[in-house]
């Protein structure tokens, strides 16, 4: 398999955020970082866990060390290492281990997207799956101060996770597949 370049994964996540996390409201305060242009993606080109940990640590540097009002949140893309769901799993750990190694719990949260993600009850197929696949797996970082402000904001969190169950299941395998059809943004 040959790994895509930066340029087609960068576009593939723009993709995905903009016809399923956006366009489907799976997550409605993804918008405003990414209007804002707050949004950061940045791909990792590591190969083993070892790597990507280094460049965990980078990223989480920079987003401690940047202005909100530049970078809100860090999509740390790694299309070339944890392909495997239940290792990439496994890393999450390690990756909520970054942050308190760098003094940032309560400031940084990591948020969890795979091409494979499956919630702990849910069958391999369920539609419901699909609110954190992504097209290359992600560790999102999140400054847990937009957190609380993007809850204050929403009346009822617990509502989303229920809401995009009801959205997924009318979309169904057919509708989420035809969300892929036509040209990708490039992004200008």
Known sequence: MTDPDDSAVLAATRTWLERAVIGLNLCPFARAPLVRGRLRMAVSRATDEDALLGDLDAELALLRDADPERVETTLLIHPCVLRDFEAYNAFLDIAD??????????????????????????????????????????????RESSVDAAVAAVPDTDAIYERNIQTLRRLGHAGWDALWDGPADDGR
């Open 97 to 142: 281990l970054a942050v308190r190694m760098q003094g940032l719990e309560g400031v940084v949260q990591v948020a969890s997207f795979h091409p494979d993600y499956r919630f702990a009850d849910a069958a391999p197929d369920a539609i419901e799956n699909h609110s954190n696949r992504s097209p290359h797996p992600i560790l999102h970082l999140l």
